[in-house]
């Protein structure tokens, strides 16, 4: 008999740690301990791929940012293992991803961060709908900008601003 029919709120998710790391060619496949899985695809020396999974399970694999047919490749990849982060290093940037967080780095060979997760990667269960809301933040840097969202009755530089996407990616 069930005696408690009571959704539990769970709020805000996050990745464990890591406890698997493997690479598979032009891809790096990262485990968490509660079942989040990062995939990182080195498309060329400069273009990587990240992608995530919950509950060890991806979502059928597609992306229109991605031509099948778009020439890859790249001339050097290498990975390493410190005690705090693993490091993936293409003959133009490098990537480093926090064992305990599974938050990412991205930097020039220089130390030049281009991209930096705040929270990084995380979700919450919708329980109106089913699935999940994914979410992601990210550490701004000094002189980035962000425009778009030109719907908006606001200045077109968007940096410091919360906003909503009001589209509706729904077929006729």
Same mark, same amino acid.
């Given at each position: 008999?069930?005696?408690?029919? #009571?959704? =539990?709120?769970?709020?805000?998710? !996050?990745?464990? /740690? ?7 060619? +032009? @891809? ?49 990849? #290498?990975? =390493?293992?410190?005690?705090?982060? !693993?490091?993936? /290093? ?7 991803? +926090? @064992? ?73």
């Amino acid at each position: 008999m069930i005696t408690n029919t #009571e959704i =539990e709120y769970k709020g805000n998710l !996050y990745p464990d /740690k890591i406890v698997d790391f493997k690479h598979i060619t +032009d @891809k790096f496949l990262i485990t968490t301990a509660n079942g989040v899985i990062l995939e990182i695809t080195v498309l060329r020396n400069s273009a990587i791929r990240f992608r995530y999974a919950i509950d060890y399970r991806f979502q059928p694999d597609f992306s229109y940012a991605i031509s099948p047919t778009a020439s890859k490749g790249f001339n050097q990849l #290498e990975s =390493e293992e410190t005690d705090t982060e !693993y490091l993936i /290093k293409t003959s133009k940037i490098q990537i480093l991803v +926090d @064992k305990k967080s599974l938050r990412v780095q991205i930097s020039d060979l220089e130390g030049n961060i281009i991209n930096e997760d705040e929270l990084g990667f995380h979700w919450e269960e919708n329980h109106e709908f089913g699935g999940n809301n994914v979410k992601m933040s990210k550490i701004t840097q000094s002189g980035e900008n962000f425009y778009g969202m030109g719907d908006k009755a606001t200045h077109s530089n968007l940096k410091g601003r919360r906003v909503s996407n009001w589209v509706t990616d729904q077929y006729a």
